[in-house]
């Protein structure tokens, strides 16, 4: 699939939705420049930064980053990306409600149906996720995107 298509269907789905909330695996692919997704992890964060969408993220998911990267590349360059990160994103509030949810409704992954919820109850139109079965949807449903991105709407 083109980056061209990858564009259109994103900026088709940004039409409807303008809260979307990232899985920690788009952000690795960026931090860890993992081929073939750091591209399409690449333009999402763009469409982030030219505030065309609201970018949201949980606190979880920026330490659940910072610990890889500092693992994997080194602490500074991990640190640097999560002070960045405080700039870029909004931050679902990980409530208490959120927990309850995750622990009354486990789906197959707790730590996933945290950001599950930190999502519904932070109001976001949508997950963009590159494993879209590791998430329950109350709908069901998720958008015909390239097999790279996945949104699921909340």
Not at 55 to 72: C, D, F, M, Q, W
Not at 73 to 90: G, H, I, N, V, W
Not at 110 to 133: C, Q, W
Request: with cysteine; proline share 3%; aromatic share 12%.
């Amino acid at each position: 699939m083109t980056i061209e298509l990858i564009i259109y269907w994103i900026n088709r789905a940004l039409n409807i939705m303008k809260k979307i909330y990232l899985d920690c695996n788009i952000l690795l692919d960026f931090v860890l420049e993992r081929k073939p997704f750091v591209k399409n992890a690449s333009l999402i964060l763009n469409l982030i930064a030219q505030k065309q969408c609201i970018g949201y993220v949980s606190p979880l998911t920026i330490a659940n980053v910072y610990y890889t990267a500092r693992k994997e590349k080194d602490k500074a360059y991990a640190l640097e990306f999560a002070k960045q990160c405080q700039q870029m994103f909004e931050f679902c509030d990980n409530s208490g409600q959120a927990l309850d949810q995750a622990i009354d409704n486990y789906y197959k992954d707790f730590e996933d149906d945290i950001h599950f919820y930190s999502a519904v109850y932070s109001g976001i139109d949508m997950l963009v996720t590159r494993n879209p079965k590791d998430f329950q949807c109350s709908n069901g449903r998720s958008l015909n995107m390239p097999k790279s991105i996945r949104h699921l709407p909340l």
